[in-house]
Antibody, heavy 120, light 107 residues
């Protein structure tokens, strides 16, 4: 089970930190990822992190503004979002990757998502 | 970046019909393609991975094929619960990318 939290309304230029708490599998054995979906739009991959947290990956649209991290002692993955823009408005899903470091980079378990709205 | 182009963007079909959705990668040769189903207000669900492997628990009426740059998802004998939006995704290289989606509607 994956449960996202931390979404909400934020002004342009503001920050939010999303969290995804995991249960039911060995968290430290899997890479994790964030995928977002703007209202009425398709899926957009945002960021990923390997099992140990030593490797991180980002979409160009968020590079330099978002930071992914994980705490394997807390079975939680985070997405720190800074300098938020209106175009970051979306439902943010966390998902489990089918491997330790994206060798098999598909997503076999998903949370229900948390809505981030960037608006003044 | 690898662009994934899905077609059609929408399709209408009846219960019992068979439907095929295609996805074309803009570059590279890979079998690292996955397919997902998403219903309104729900998270996506993995159906097919590595182009042709059925995820555990997914009905056998779903099948995937292809290699290189062209991939297909086929749903045979459509059931009422299959009407949803379908996405392909390439897992060959970063940034990981999705197709734009195909909406499957009831005729």
């Amino acid at each position: 089970k994956l449960l996202e939290s931390g979404g909400g309304l934020v002004q342009p230029g503001g920050s939010l930190r999303l969290a995804c708490a995991v249960s039911g599998f060995t968290f430290s054995s899997y890479a994790m990822t964030w995928v977002r979906q703007a209202p009425g739009k398709g899926l957009e991959w945002v960021s990923g992190i390997n099992d140990s947290g030593g490797y991180t990956y980002y979409a160009d649209s968020v590079k330099g503004r978002f930071t992914i991290s994980r705490d394997n002692s807390k079975n939680t993955v985070y997405l720190q979002m800074n300098s938020l823009r209106a175009e970051d408005t979306a439902i943010y899903f966390c998902a489990r990757v089918s491997s330790r470091n994206f060798e098999r980079g598909w997503f076999d378990s998903w949370g229900q998502g948390t809505l981030v709205t960037v608006s003044s | 970046d690898i662009q994934m182009t899905q077609s059609p963007s929408s399709v209408s079909a009846a219960v019992g019909d068979s439907v095929t959705i295609t996805c074309r990668a803009s570059q590279g040769r890979t079998s690292w393609v996955a397919w997902y189903q998403q219903k309104p207000g729900k998270a996506p669900k993995l159906l097919i991975y590595a182009a042709s492997n059925l995820e555990s628990g997914v009905p056998s009426r779903f099948s995937g094929s292809g290699a290189g740059t062209d991939f297909t998802l086929t749903i045979s004998s459509l059931q009422p619960e299959d009407f949803a939006t379908y996405y392909c995704q390439q897992a060959k290289s970063f940034p990981l990318t999705f197709g734009q989606g195909t909406r499957l509607e009831i005729k």
